[in-house]
């Protein structure tokens, strides 16, 4: 009878006639703990009806749990008061965790429908928390008396008070309401530009119906484009769309230049213009959020979003990209040039324009290492590069990955594994991964959780639930998944995530796993990546898919020999992008702002070579306008690559599956979480602090320049 009413409740906030409430829905899951191995979600029971009832719920019992805290009489502690708020909330957590996860891979128009509600509506209680002024008065109280606690809890009351001031716990009453608005507006924003790039993404294709225009393309993308057209009724043709896996190959190889042309121009017109034009919302978005930092108190968006993480303000992260940029720039000169002399040599009769890039980069390949990348990806079947993950997972830090076959799932293509340790036994995650393009996941690849980890108030551990998602090439009908050397370190990369959830060690929620300052969060994802090429384990799960045979010596040669090929057009793309973000994060706008002149403005001050351009444009740059989660912090992927060069370096002296280095970096980074201060314990791993001089090194660029990247360095 509960779930009924509120299911009505819920009905009557998403508005008469709806679609999702047609048929009488079954027990709600999301309001008792899963009754699953390790409550993993049970996926089968979910049913659209369930997420706003859930929501409403869950949104009640924490209210109820807070209004308790508060009104407890005694002095406030972090026993009583940030322990329980910490528990508190485990239905919201419960629908929360699986709406975002599936709302972004595995979308449709009911869950649309439902994020238009869903979204607003989480925001406006979570200001309401972060403003609510009996429980801060309890959290200042034990702020203020923070000295004599433990080191994590001291760090943990610092990072509440921090977080609720930040979010307006010392405005007015009436600047308060000013700032729950502009929230509000914020989420529908992010809400709208997410729709409207999953459909511009969607909407685009290239139908091909001459078989001589796919010359250069390899058999697999050929394979995958014809499948891509049968499923669309175009049996005969070719469809090519904007998914990495189609859009990626047909630039790096079609000799057709007018084809590289369309897929690029496509690309970086993508939500540019039409029903899914994303130049509005990024307006408004802009204007928003130059009216939350001047709430707040700050002098733009930027300086309150790099306040609160290492870097500090915008200058340090400007400071450090701009010693990247430069050589970077100066190696994209020489690649370009090497690539017009190629194209000459063959009578190309082109200057070389930015659709060329990849095609000409990937001739230069090539030539001068003698390698054909389409060639390598035979070794690289998805199920051998998990296999590789599995094996450096076990080899570094002693755990082990069994299938669950049987366990529940989201779609069918998800994996779930038991993360145990290898020597004991002992549980210690549920892993899933879900790798394939469709039209209801959005662009990238990512790692988020189920359920993190934490331990309890009798000292037992809740072990998490942790996922990778990707977009990397499909299996053909002749052929499985056979991955670039860019997606097999894409895979590595999220693993790295991955690892930093599954193997958390930290006693607190807000502390476990990922919870830790932006700009180290791509520390264990970076680091991990290193792997991915090194001849030792190459030799282990590298094999030819048809043949089994590991890859040969003198490839893997290749391969080494090849490493710092065009990273003066991936490190620029990369660091214009973040540069960009940067930029905009020094606006302060109560006007619409030309975006397409403000890009073309910023290439121009940085000098970006006119072949190339930012790694992601504004109106697909989901990373800074689909949410604010790397707003003014798109620049944490380079920061990050300093420190993972740098301590790969130890990595690489001592042996890269050295015991005590692996030790030494599970405990001191991987279990720590957010507990410590994130430089405390790199330094604590590696022994001094990082430079950029290593990712100088890595990235095969020149710079006599260095730079501290310790939180100082930015006062």
């Known amino acids: 009878m509960k779930s009924r009413l509120i299911a009505a409740c819920a009905a009557a906030l998403i508005g008469a006639g709806s679609l999702i409430y047609a048929a009488e829905m079954s027990p709600n899951p999301f309001l008792a703990p899963y009754d699953t191995p390790y409550q993993i979600p049970p996926f089968e029971k979910i049913e659209y009806g369930h997420y706003l009832p859930a929501l409403e719920a869950g949104i009640a019992q924490k209210k109820a749990q807070i209004a308790e805290i508060c009104a407890n009489a005694e002095e406030p502690t972090f026993e009583n008061t940030i322990i329980p708020l910490e528990h508190s909330g485990d239905i919201l957590e419960r629908v929360a965790m699986v709406f975002f996860a599936l709302d972004e891979s595995n979308s449709s128009p009911e869950m649309v429908e439902i994020a238009e509600t869903f979204y607003p509506e989480y925001s406006r209680f979570s200001d309401e928390i ?29 990072e509440y008070y921090k977080n609720f001031t930040r979010n307006g716990a010392l405005l007015p ?42 010359a250069g393309l390899p058999a697999s993308s050929v394979a995958q484009a014809a499948e891509a057209a049968k499923e669309r009724g175009m049996e005969g043709k070719w469809v090519f769309t904007l998914h990495a896996p189609s859009r990626l190959p047909l630039l790096q190889y079609a000799d057709d230049r007018d084809l590289r042309r369309e897929m690029y121009q496509g690309y970086t017109s993508l939500a540019s213009s039409g029903q899914y034009n994303n130049l509005p919302v990024i307006n408004e978005i802009l204007k ?79 030539k001068k290492f003698d ?11 998805v199920d051998s590069v998990r296999n590789g993950i599995f094996t450096m997972a076990e080899k570094l830090y002693g755990i082990r990955f069994t299938e669950m076959p049987d366990a529940p799932k989201y779609y069918p293509e998800v994996t779930v594994y038991d993360v145990t340790d290898a020597k004991t036994g002992e549980h210690i995650a549920v892993f899933m991964t879900d790798y394939f393009p469709r039209a209801s996941k959005r662009q990238g690849a990512w790692m988020s959780e189920f359920k993190g980890s934490w331990t309890e108030a009798d000292g037992t551990s809740s072990r998490p639930i942790i996922y990778n998602v990707g977009n990397f090439s499909r299996p053909t009908a002749d052929a499985p998944a056979l991955l670039t050397l860019d997606e097999v370190e894409t895979m590595f990369h999220e693993f790295g995530h991955g690892l930093h959830g599954m193997l958390s060690r930290a006693r607190l929620k807000g502390q476990a796993g ?44 290749k391969l080494q020999a090849a490493g710092t090929h065009n990273q003066g057009f991936m490190t620029a793309e990369l660091c214009g ?22 890009e073309k403005d910023v290439a121009a001050q940085l000098g970006m070579p006119e072949q190339l351009t930012f790694r992601y444009r504004s109106p697909y740059f989901k990373h800074i306008f689909g949410s604010d989660g790397y707003a003014s912090g798109y620049y944490t992927y380079l920061w990050a690559q300093v420190l993972d060069c740098d301590g790969f370096e130890l990595f690489a002296e001592k042996g890269i599956f050295d015991p005590e280095t692996a030790k030494s970096f599970r405990e001191n980074v991987l279990e720590k979480g957010g507990s410590e201060d994130p430089m405390e314990l790199y330094v604590k791993f590696r022994g001094h602090k990082p430079s950029v001089d290593a990712l100088l090194r890595f990235r095969g660029l020149d710079n006599d320049k260095n730079i501290d990247v310790s939180p100082k360095a930015g006062k």
């Open 130 to 158: 972060s403003m609510n002024e009996d429980l801060f008065k309890r959290i200042k109280h034990i702020y203020d008396n923070r000295e004599s606690l433990a080191p994590d809890y001291k760090r943990s009351i610092e």
């Open 173 to 214: 009453a009436n600047k308060k309401e000013e700032l729950k608005a502009v929230n509000t507006q914020l989420a529908n924003l992010y809400l709208q530009f997410n729709k409207n790039l999953l459909n511009a993404t969607n909407g685009f294709s290239i139908v091909v119906d001459d078989a001589s225009r796919l």
């Open 288 to 366: 928003a959020r130059s009216n939350k930092a001047a709430l707040l108190g700050f002098k733009n968006y930027g300086s309150y979003m790099t306040d609160n993480v290492m870097a500090k303000n915008i200058e340090t992260a400007e400071d450090l990209l701009m010693q990247i940029w430069k050589p970077a720039v100066k190696r994209v000169g020489e690649e370009v040039a090497e690539m017009q002399t190629l194209a000459n040599s063959e009578g190309a009769n082109i200057t070389i324009e930015p659709w060329d890039y990849y095609y000409y980069a990937e001739k230069v390949r090539r």
């Open 371 to 381: 390698l054909d990348e389409a060639e390598v990806s035979r070794y690289f079947a």
């Open 514 to 557: 990922t919870n830790v300052d932006r700009d180290f969060v791509e520390l264990p994802s970076q680091i991990h990546e290193h792997w991915a090429m090194e001849p030792e384990l190459l030799k282990i799960y590298a094999r030819d898919w048809k043949t089994g045979q590991p890859i040969p010596d003198e490839l893997i040669a």
């Open 577 to 598: 992008a973040a540069l960009l973000d940067l930029q905009y994060g020094k606006l302060n706008t109560s006007e619409d702002v030309d975006i397409a002149k403000f």
